[in-house]
């Protein structure tokens, strides 16, 4: 069974950091490209991150570009987000996808999502 | 970066109705799209992909058409748990990106 479990979100300040882990089980992690998905209370999703299957390629949102680091350990199976000189529009439910393929292609499965929230 | 147009925001429907939800491409995008449904305090659930696969599972009364940059979610007959917000989302380059979403209320 293929799980996503997220974690590493909380309270932060503007201008602070964070760094966000998915752990993924139950398929071949390095097979998979992987994303980080946003949303704002009430709001729809955002695109945030992708990398490929080997983390060889990595891609940001204009939004974050500069300001996030997409990365993946595949020998530990986990997905992280390092975000740093956040804001208060960053605020949102945090949720990691896994590709159906090895390069851009659809969701197939999502995690619980984590709740970041930046403010003083 | 490519815009997906998505209408309509919000809908009204009753148990039994036919919906459709469209989504516009900025640019062509080959059919590189999806279709999501999510319901409040959960992740997104796949329904379709590639513009007309239906992911296993999922009940037959959803189907996807269209071409190009335009593209359609049909729910044939609503049942009373399709109420939910639909997202369609274009993978036709790295950068992702997702419709605004349309909320399907009860009428």
């Known amino acids: 069974e293929v799980q996503l479990v997220e974690s590493g979100g909380g309270l932060v300040q503007p201008g602070g950091s964070l760094r966000l882990s998915c752990a993924a089980s139950g398929f071949t992690f390095s097979s998979h490209a992987m994303s980080w998905v946003r949303q704002t209370p009430g709001k729809g999703l955002e695109w945030v991150s992708a990398i490929s299957g080997s983390g060889g390629s990595t891609y940001h949102a204009d939004s974050v570009k500069g300001r996030f680091t997409i990365s993946r350990d595949n020998s530990m199976n986990t997905l992280y987000l390092q975000m740093n000189s956040l804001r208060a529009e960053d605020t949102a439910v945090y949720y990691c996808?896994?590709?159906?393929?090895?390069?851009?292609?659809?969701?197939?499965?999502w995690g619980q999502g984590t709740l970041v929230t930046v403010s003083s | 970066d490519i815009q997906m147009t998505q209408s309509p925001s919000s809908l009204s429907a009753s148990v039994g109705d036919r919906v459709t939800i469209t989504c516009r491409a900025s640019?062509?995008?080959?059919?590189?799209l999806a279709w999501y449904q999510q319901k409040p305090g959960k992740a997104p659930k796949l329904l379709l992909y590639?513009?007309?696969r239906l992911e296993s599972g999922v009940p037959s009364r959803f189907s996807g058409s269209g071409s190009g940059t335009d593209y359609t979610l049909t729910v044939s007959s609503l049942q009373p748990e399709d109420f939910a917000t639909y997202y369609c989302?274009?993978?036709?380059?790295?950068?992702?990106?997702f419709g605004q979403g349309t909320k399907v209320e009860i009428k």
């Open positions: 640019q062509g995008i080959s059919n590189s």
């Open positions: 590639t513009a007309s």
């Open positions: 989302q274009q993978y036709y380059g790295p950068a992702r990106t």
């Open positions: 996808g896994k590709d159906r393929g090895s390069s851009s292609s659809w969701y197939d499965y």
